[in-house]
C-alpha cells in the first residue's frame, strides 16, 4: 500500500526559499504508473495545484508559481522534494505531497501535510 | 488562466440527493478532463471519491457517484448522511502534465 509521508520545516522566514521533502514507501518512485506532486492549502481557503514530477524527470508547475518552484527526485532514497523560492505570507499554507495516477489523471493517494508558516 | 468553477455552498437534507457540479470559465467540461472528485473534513487531508469522470475510488460508497450533465462535471450523493458534512473539490486535467483545482463546495446537511 503506497503511503506518503511530509517533512521539512513549520516555519521559513519571508524572501527565503521553503524546502520539503516527501518520502515513498509501499511502492518506488521509479514507477511509470505514477506522477508526484505538491498541493497547498492556504489557511481557510482551496486546494492548489504546485506542480508534478514524472519517473523521468519532467517537471510540470502551475504557471502562477512557475518562476519559484522546482520539484526534484531523489530516486535513492526514493523521495521527491519541493523548493519555492522569495517566499511570502501569501506561501503560508498546509502542503500535500501527492502520487497522481499517471493513466486515470488523479491525485490518488495523499500524505497527511504539513504546516509551513511564512513569518519573520 | 482556466478557471474552474463550482458552487461555494449547497445544504442537503439527511437522506436526500443532491449534485455538485465543476464547469469551466470558458468552454465545456468533459470525460477528456478526467475529472476527479475529492471530500475533505476539517484539520484532514482530502481523501479521493471519484476519478476519471464516474469511477469510485476504493471503499467509496455507492451512494457517491460521478457524471457529465450538460457542459459540466457532477458529483451526485444519494442519500446523504451527516457526515457527508465536508468540503468537495473538483479537479480537472488540463493537458501537458497539469491540473486545475475548482474552488470547493462547502455541503451543509441539515
Known amino acids: 500500500q503506497l503511503q506518503l509521508q511530509e517533512s521539512g520545516p513549520g516555519l521559513v522566514k519571508p524572501s527565503e526559499t521553503l524546502s520539503l521533502t516527501c518520502t515513498v514507501s509501499?511502492?518506488?518512485?521509479?514507477?511509470?504508473?505514477?506522477?508526484w506532486g505538491w498541493l497547498r492549502q492556504p489557511p481557510g481557503k482551496g486546494l492548489e495545484w504546485i506542480g508534478n514530477?514524472?519517473?523521468?524527470?519532467?517537471?510540470y508547475y502551475n504557471p502562477s508559481l512557475k518562476s519559484r518552484v522546482t520539484i526534484s527526485l531523489a530516486t535513492p532514497k526514493n523521495q521527491f522534494s519541493l523548493q519555492l523560492s522569495s517566499v511570502t505570507a501569501a506561501d503560508t499554507a498546509v502542503y500535500y505531497c501527492?502520487?497522481?495516477?499517471?493513466?486515470?489523471?488523479?491525485?490518488?493517494?495523499w500524505g497527511k501535510g504539513t504546516t509551513v508558516a511564512v513569518s519573520s | 488562466q482556466t478557471v474552474v468553477t463550482q458552487e461555494p455552498s449547497f445544504s442537503v437534507s439527511p437522506g436526500g440527493t443532491v449534485t455538485l457540479t465543476c464547469g469551466l470559465s470558458s468552454g465545456s467540461v468533459s470525460t477528456n478532463y478526467y475529472p476527479s472528485w475529492y471530500q475533505q473534513t476539517p484539520g484532514q487531508a482530502p481523501r479521493t471519491l471519484i476519478y476519471?469522470?464516474?469511477t469510485r475510488s476504493s471503499g467509496v460508497p455507492d451512494r457517491f457517484s460521478g457524471s457529465i450533465l450538460g457542459n459540466r462535471a457532477a458529483l451526485t450523493i444519494t442519500g446523504a448522511q451527516a457526515d457527508d458534512e465536508s468540503d468537495y473539490y473538483c479537479?480537472?486535467?488540463?493537458?501537458?502534465?497539469?491540473?486545475?483545482f475548482g474552488g470547493g463546495t462547502k455541503l451543509t446537511v441539515l
Open positions: 501527492v502520487s497522481v495516477s499517471f493513466y486515470f489523471c488523479y491525485m490518488d493517494v
Open positions: 479537479v480537472l486535467y488540463m493537458g501537458s502534465g497539469s491540473w486545475v
Open positions: 514530477i514524472y519517473y523521468s524527470g519532467s517537471a
Open positions: 509501499g511502492g518506488s518512485i521509479s514507477s511509470g504508473s505514477y506522477y
Open positions: 476519471s469522470t464516474n
